[in-house]
């Protein structure tokens, strides 16, 4: 063996394991079993196994381990294989079993899982919704407080539906009371609870963009979004049955659309009086070209200039800073005033939601 061939082993050693102990950071150590599994997967003479290790750049953008790892756990969601499903469960531990175990069923349904590296998972989580609540409350004391929103990377619309859920955000609490979506994080740091929602606090519309929208109206897409969640993650599995519950009853408003012509026609619309227009997005900048990042980020910036104390423009992230990998709420707020714009760190948070560290 090369030593380039060596090296690339370890590096690809190091990422699985990157991964794998993301998942047990985010609640689900059996998941962090099958992904570590894949390194077996790696030397089989199946198809997936041979893109598994040709794989260039097995970055945090790419996220390959969670692609097969949702196709793995499609299989016992669809009834296809349930043998994972004891290690789901945390019935069988023993990493060698497993490794056995995953690469008997990527030989078994090889024509299957290949397809499942065609694309990123599909990773919205109603969790991170918790941190845009809490930005566009921040917002809402210091422009207008009713909104009009949209967002980018919408995948499902689960957080394309963030107003029918209901909140509670350290002792701030927002949202319809009956919803079956109950978003309560741990809430952390010195700076106490978001503010209330203000008099007169509304969405007034909200819309969604995402270049391959997925139909949560339809059994086998629900599913397969279903599938990208960890199966051990138990409150995130409830969160995703309650958005499918949600949007089966009133379908969010989704079109399929680059997120860079959506900005644009978005930020074209005659913006009513009274209504603070915003932008939020969540783990998906990472995914889309710079130059859309940059053509997005212009656009802003030039609407900006435009904005007023009538027609305020807001801007709220909840992203992954590359060189920490912490994910970071920051809010841009433009309102007719000089020196508008600068992003405002409010907030670390979970991945998934579990908690967010207010800064405010």
């Known amino acids: 063996m090369s030593s380039s061939e060596i090296m690339a082993i370890k590096e690809f050693d190091a990422a699985i394991e990157w991964q794998a102990d993301h998942a047990d950071q985010g609640g689900a150590p059996c998941t962090a079993r ?9 030397e089989s003479n199946t198809a997936t196994g041979r893109r598994i290790a040709g794989w260039q750049g097995l970055t945090l953008k790419d996220a390959m381990p969670l692609r097969i790892a949702g196709g793995l756990h499609h299989l016992v969601l669809s009834g296809e294989d349930d043998r994972l499903a004891l290690v789901y469960s945390g019935q069988i531990t023993d990493q060698g079993q497993i490794d056995d175990l995953v690469c008997e069923l ?20 109603a969790g991170r919704s918790a941190s845009i609540m809490a930005g566009l409350l921040w917002a809402a004391q210091r422009a207008l407080p009713q909104f009009e929103l949209f967002e980018l990377g919408a995948s499902a619309g689960i957080n394309t539906m963030l107003e029918r859920y209901h909140y509670r955000l350290g002792e701030t609490e927002v949202g319809p009371a009956s919803s079956p979506m109950r978003i309560e994080p741990e809430w952390r740091g010195d700076n106490g609870s978001p503010p209330p929602a203000p008099a ?32 051990d ?34 930020l074209a619309r005659p913006q009513p009086e009274g209504v603070t227009r915003a932008m939020f997005h969540s783990i998906m900048w990472q995914y889309m070209p710079k130059e859309t990042q940059a053509a997005i980020t212009q ?23 590359p060189a920490t990998f912490r994910h970071e709420l920051h809010v841009r707020l433009w309102t007719g005033k000089p020196g508008d714009g600068d ?18």
């Open 200 to 231: 007169g606090f509304e969405i007034v519309s909200i819309r969604g963009c995402d270049v391959s929208p997925i139909d949560l109206s339809d059994k086998e897409s629900a599913l397969r979004l279903k599938s990208y969640v960890w199966p």
């Open 34 to 42: 099958v992904i570590r599994a894949l390194r077996k997967v790696r």
């Open 343 to 360: 992003p405002i760190l409010l907030a670390f948070a979970h991945p998934h939601g579990a908690w967010v560290h207010w800064l405010g």
């Open 299 to 321: 656009a802003f910036v030039e609407a900006g200039a435009e904005a007023s104390r009538d027609k305020p423009l807001a801007w709220i992230s909840l992203e992954t800073d």
């Open 106 to 125: 990527v030989e078994t349904f090889d024509h299957l899982l290949l397809p499942w590296l065609d694309g990123p998972p599909q990773t919205n989580e």
């Open 233 to 266: 993650a138990m409150i995130r599995m409830a969160r995703i049955d309650a958005a499918i519950e949600l949007a089966q009853q009133c379908p969010p408003d989704l079109v399929r659309q680059d997120a860079g012509e959506f900005v644009a026609d978005c």
